[in-house]
């Protein structure tokens, strides 16, 4: 059974910073894309950014890009989202996703879901 654990949510004031961490288990992460999404109360689902299993290629919503990075550490079967500079929008529960081809926009083509982590942004 494949299963992806994210971390490192939690409370922050505007333009500080937090590292996330997606940990696999069941199978080897570096034969994935893997995508972090967000959803914040009464809003859709949305892609923030993406890491490809090939040449390790990253995009990013562009709204993210400039403030996140994305990193992949195969050795310890995990990817990393920093975020930096985060604003009070940034609000939202965080989930990393499995997508055994390529990156992609849309979440219905991930496979395997965390159950996400919590990220407060205020003062």
């Known amino acids: 059974q494949l299963q992806l654990v994210e971390s490192g949510g939690g409370l922050v004031q505007p333009g500080g910073s937090l590292r996330l961490s997606c940990a696999a288990s069941g199978f080897t992460l570096d034969y994935y894309a893997i995508g972090w999404f967000r959803q914040a109360p009464g809003k859709e689902r949305e892609g923030v950014s993406c890491?490809?299993?090939?040449?390790?290629?990253?995009y990013y919503a562009d709204s993210k890009k400039g403030r996140f990075t994305i990193s992949r550490d195969n050795a310890k079967n995990t990817v990393y989202l920093q975020m930096n500079s985060l604003k009070p929008e940034d609000t939202a529960v965080y989930y990393c996703?499995?997508?055994?081809?390529?990156?992609?926009?849309?979440?219905?083509?991930?496979?395997?879901w965390g159950q996400g982590t919590q990220v407060t942004v205020s003062s």
């Open positions: 996703a499995a997508n055994p081809y390529r990156c992609t926009e849309y979440a219905s083509r991930f496979d395997s």
């Open positions: 890491i490809s299993s090939t040449d390790g290629s990253t």
